[in-house]
Every structure is written in C-alpha cells, then in structure tokens.
C-alpha cells in the first residue's frame, strides 16, 4: 500500500488549500477503513483533520470543521483535502494517512508535503 500526496506548496492566506492523496495497492472503497488527513505544523504535534471511510462517510475536527472538506475520486482511488481561508498559521507538513480498527491506527502513510501560507 502506498500514499502519495501531491499539492501546491505554497498557498495565499484567505485562499483554499487543496491536497489529494493518490493510494496503490489497495482499494479507497473498502469498508472498515478511515483514509485520513492529518497536519503537523512547525514546532508542534500531529493533528488529526479528519477522514472519509470506505463507505463515503466523513468526520472532521471538530475545531476545523467549518473549513474542512475531505472527498473522494473512487475512478482514480484518491482522496482529497480542501481548507479554506487558510491563515499563515496554517502552515504545516500535510500527511495522509491509512486507518482502521476501533482506536484508528494508522498502518500506512504518505511522506506528507509541506505548505506554506504566504503572500
């Protein structure tokens, strides 16, 4: 199984960011798996974004829901990130990330991809 994510680098502040996840070896449409975004902004930890399942259900964190949406390219098995009005302090390195199990362990992840918000 591989994660590849591909994206601008570099993004506008009040501009939407939008990463995609491109997954081999395995199929998006499975059942019982959580592909997942996850960031992790300079100096700090991982934060989950949230993910959509193999069955088209979504989740968000709770604290980025309003800008987050998370879809999905089954033709292409692919993911997708989009979150809007960035802010500089939305710069981070952009993982995507495989899940499953009740506690979501995450066997499988991209080598993430860092964007910058910036004029």
């Known amino acids: 199984v591989q994660l590849v994510e591909s994206g601008p680098g570099l993004v506008k502040p009040s501009q939407t960011l939008s990463l995609t996840c491109t997954v081999s070896?395995?199929?998006?449409?499975?059942?019982?798996?959580?592909w997942t975004w996850i960031l992790q902004a300079p100096g700090k930890g991982l934060e989950w974004i949230g993910y959509?399942?193999?069955?088209?259900?979504?989740w968000y964190n709770p604290s980025l829901k309003n800008h987050t949406t998370i879809s999905r390219d089954t033709s292409n098995n692919q993911f997708s990130l989009r979150l809007s009005s960035v802010t500089p302090e939305s710069t981070a390195v952009y993982y995507c990330a495989r899940a499953s199990g009740e506690v979501h362990t995450m066997d499988y992840w991209g080598k993430g991809t860092l964007v910058t918000i910036s004029t």
């Open positions: 959509i399942t193999g069955s088209d259900r979504t």
């Open positions: 070896g395995f199929s998006i449409t499975t059942h019982d798996y959580y």
